[in-house]
C-alpha cells in the first residue's frame, strides 16, 4: 500500500462528515482510493468516552475502535473522486475479535482494505494494532449512501 499519500485532521474533514467529538482518524498516513487506507488515532485520556469507560481502570470501548476502523475504510472509499462529498455507511461488522486492550497514551494504527465491492456495497477487511500487536479486527460490510 506504500504510495505516501498523506492526509492531515483538516483534510480528514473535507472527507469525512464526521466531528468532534466522533471524528477518530488524526492522521491518515497512507491511502489508494478505493482500495485501502492505513490511519493513526492517538488516544488520549482527555476523550469524552474515558469518562464512564472506566472512570478507576480507562479503556477505549471496543465498539469505538472499530468505529475508526470504519471510518479509515471510509477515506479508502470517499477519496475516490466518484465519491467525493458522499457518506458511508455500515451494513454489517463480521469475525470482530477484541485481542488487546487500547487504553490512554497507545497509539492505534487503523488499517483497512476494501477486498469485495460491488455498486455501491462492499465489504473492507480491517486491523487495529498498538506496538505492532492487533488489538482488534473485523469485517465491515457497507454501503455508499446513494442520497448523499
Not at 483534510?11 to 466522533?22: A, D, M, Q, S, V
Not at 458511508?88 to 469485495?116: H, M, S, T
Not at 460491488?118 to 473485523?138: M, S
Request: hydrophobic fraction near 45%.
Amino acid at each position: 500500500m506504500e504510495n505516501n499519500r498523506q492526509l492531515s485532521s483538516d483534510e480528514i474533514k473535507k472527507i469525512l462528515p464526521h466531528r468532534y467529538p466522533f471524528l477518530l482518524v488524526d492522521r491518515v498516513i497512507d491511502y489508494v482510493p478505493g482500495i485501502s487506507a492505513k490511519a493513526i488515532k492517538c488516544v488520549s485520556s482527555n476523550e469524552m468516552q474515558f469518562l464512564g469507560h472506566f472512570p478507576e481502570k480507562q479503556v477505549m470501548p471496543g465498539v469505538l475502535i472499530l468505529e475508526a476502523l470504519a471510518q479509515t475504510g471510509a477515506i479508502a472509499i470517499l477519496t475516490e473522486e466518484e465519491n467525493a462529498g458522499k457518506i458511508v455507511l455500515f451494513g454489517g461488522i463480521k469475525n470482530a475479535r477484541f485481542r488487546k486492550q487500547v487504553v490512554p497514551g497507545d497509539r492505534l494504527e487503523l488499517n483497512c482494505e476494501i477486498i469485495v465491492r460491488k455498486g455501491p456495497i462492499g465489504v473492507g477487511k480491517a486491523e487495529a494494532l498498538v506496538d505492532g500487536e492487533v488489538a482488534v479486527n473485523a469485517e465491515f460490510t457497507f454501503a455508499i449512501d446513494p442520497n448523499s
